[in-house]
């Protein structure tokens, strides 16, 4: 089936404009997940959200971040006066929640850059 | 989650069995050990993951000794196109922040013709 897809793929925005970021999970998948990866570094979380319940926003790096998924599908990530260092590929990964491992699939990533 | 310890780099030839090492010494009972891969500019990708028994899938097999301290995941015949960073991850089932996924350095294999 259809893997986990991601909107835009690139997106080269001036510094202090607003972006959204999309991510549409596999189907069926209740956990979905939001992390970016800086130029050769490793994964930094940002935020999590499982079915009804609250997100876990504890990895969101500012105020101006913030995400909300609609209807428990699609999700979107929104940066609001986007700075230089917003720079990075934000990734969204999904995952159903079934007894023991929660094996996450991941887009294949937004890359943005703020010049 | 435990930390795991992969070479930096590894090189096979094309067509061989790609053989990837992995150390995780200080893994606990209850967790599970992953591999993802990300080839250049593309989302991680996952690949195979197992608790105590040995894993096969379409893409690869995990090979996990019996003390579960290390674990070697085989790509049989290695192609070009499996060039990439090789992340080993241990981390326990559902509960507590065990959904926040961290990768270390991982093994860069580079397939050659």
């Known amino acids: 089936g259809a893997g986990v897809s991601q909107s835009p793929s690139n997106k080269v925005t001036e510094k202090g404009k607003d972006v959204e970021l999309r991510c549409d999970p596999i189907s069926g998948h209740t956990a979905l997940y939001w992390y970016r990866q800086s130029l050769g570094q490793g994964l930094e979380f940002l935020i999590y959200?499982?079915?009804?319940?609250?997100?876990?926003k504890s990895g969101l790096p500012s105020d101006r971040f913030s995400a909300e998924r609609t209807g428990g599908s699609v999700s979107t990530l929104t940066i609001q006066r986007t700075q230089q260092e917003d720079s990075a590929v934000y990734l969204c990964a999904s995952s159903s929640e079934t007894s023991g491992a929660m094996t996450q699939y991941f887009g294949p990533g937004t890359r943005l850059l703020v010049l | 989650d435990a930390k795991t310890t992969q070479p930096p780099s590894m090189d096979c030839a094309e067509g061989r069995a790609a053989n990837l090492p992995c150390n995780h010494s200080t893994i606990s009972g209850n967790e599970y050990v992953y591999w993802y891969r990300q080839i250049h500019s593309q989302g991680p990708q996952y690949i195979i993951h197992?608790?105590?028994n040995n894993e096969t899938n379409e893409m690869a097999s995990l090979i996990i000794t019996e003390d579960r301290k290390s674990s070697t995941l085989i790509l049989p015949h290695a192609t070009l196109r499996d060039t990439a960073v090789y992340y080993c991850i241990v981390r326990g089932n559902s509960g507590g922040s065990n959904y926040k996924l961290t990768f270390g350095k991982g093994t860069l294999l580079t397939v050659n013709p």
């Open positions: 959200f499982q079915g009804n319940s609250a997100p876990d």
């Open positions: 197992g608790l105590k």
